[in-house]
């Protein structure tokens, strides 16, 4: 399995941003894989923000989170997306994409005016 993030990069506060981890190799079809989307600041711990439960697509936020970014994903893609908006300076990390035990290499999101 391989797990490819991009889209980070610069934001004002209040701006949005759109992540994306393109994903191949999966022994299963893609439908079948809970996604979670992780972030981790610096000198902080990595932290769960957005998971979408396999099959289901049922999906969970952190609380930081919660009605400010959403996840989703492209099946024929084979791609999970995260849309963050309303960003605010302390969403600044970088964003993982994991599943199935295996992590993408990050993308820095950076929240400044």
């Known amino acids: 399995v391989q797990l490819v993030e991009s889209g980070g990069g610069l934001a004002q506060p209040g701006g949005s941003l759109r992540l994306s981890c393109a994903t191949s190799?999966?022994?299963?079809?893609?439908?079948?894989?809970?996604m979670k989307w992780f972030r981790q600041a610096p000198g902080q711990g990595r932290e769960l923000v957005a998971t979408?439960?396999?099959?289901?697509?049922?999906?969970k936020y952190s609380d930081p989170v919660k009605g400010r970014f959403t996840v989703s994903r492209d099946t024929p893609k084979k791609t999970v997306y995260l849309e963050m908006s309303s960003l605010k300076p302390e969403d600044t990390a970088v964003y993982y994409c994991?599943?199935?035990?295996?992590w993408g290499q990050g993308t820095q999101v950076t929240v400044s005016s």
């Open positions: 190799g999966f022994a299963l079809d893609f439908t079948y894989y809970t």
């Open positions: 979408i439960v396999g099959v289901t697509d049922d999906t």
């Open positions: 994991h599943t199935a035990g295996v």
